[in-house]
Every structure is written in structure tokens, then in C-alpha cells.
Nanobody, 120 residues
Framework: QVQLVESGGGLVQPGGSLRLSCAAS????????MGWYRQAPGKQRELVAR???????NYADSVKGRFTISRDSAKNTVYLQMNNVKPEDTAVYFC??????????????WGQGTQVTVSS
């Protein structure tokens, strides 16, 4: 019913920048919170940043001041601007979204993930 398609991952050098995008499509009535999570090898999935429908944001301490989450509600898209990346930012990044579908039921959806590798 709802699909999340991420893009923008890849290889970046330490100190560089990368911008992730996640577009939601399908039987969407409205979208609530949108967010990014990441999972490094051998570690649990963790919150990177979330943005509410009215724009309030929260970030993991490890990315504050470096990453910025934003959304374009008209395009059902959430972005993650990653600046001054570090090797420890290497992980698979997942988009996560609360969606009210056209049958007026809320659900929580995940994207397939996009790999971000920070290495020189």
C-alpha cells in the first residue's frame, strides 16, 4: 500500500557531504512523523533524526550540528543532509514514516535502506 524509496547513498570521504532522499508513494491520505535510522554492521538500528508533520525535529547526539533533516510535504519526501561526515557514520540508512492510508488507518513503514560508506 505504501512504498518508501531511498536514494543518495554512496561512498564519501571523511569531512565530505551527502544528501539522502526518501519518497513515499502509494495509498497515502496523510503523513505524520518522518525519520532516518541507521544500522552499522554488528550494531542495533538507531535513530538518526526525525521530523514531525509541523516541522519540529530531534537528532541523535552523535549527529547534532552535522546532519539536517527536512521534508517536502507536497512531494511526500524527507531529506537528510549529512555534512562533515565521519567514518563512524558508515551504515545502512533507513527511512521510516508514519502514514495514514486512504482507508484512514495509521501504519509505520520502512524503506529498503541505502548504504553510506565514509572512507578515504
Amino acid at each position: 500500500q505504501v512504498q518508501l524509496v531511498e536514494s543518495g547513498g554512496g561512498l564519501v570521504q571523511p569531512g565530505g557531504s551527502l544528501r539522502l532522499s526518501c519518497a513515499a508513494s502509494g495509498s497515502i491520505f496523510s503523513i505524520g512523523d518522518m525519520g532516518w535510522y541507521r544500522q552499522a554492521p554488528g550494531k542495533q538500528r538507531e535513530l538518526v533524526a526525525r521530523i514531525a508533520s509541523l516541522g519540529s525535529t530531534n537528532y541523535a547526539d552523535s549527529v547534532k550540528g552535522r546532519f539536517t533533516i527536512s521534508r517536502d510535504s507536497a512531494k511526500n519526501t524527507v531529506y537528510l543532509q549529512m555534512n562533515n561526515v565521519k567514518p563512524e557514520d558508515t551504515a545502512v540508512y533507513f527511512c521510516n514514516t508514519d502514514v495514514r492510508t486512504t482507508n484512514l488507518r495509521w501504519g509505520n513503514y520502512w524503506g529498503q535502506g541505502t548504504q553510506v560508506t565514509v572512507s578515504s
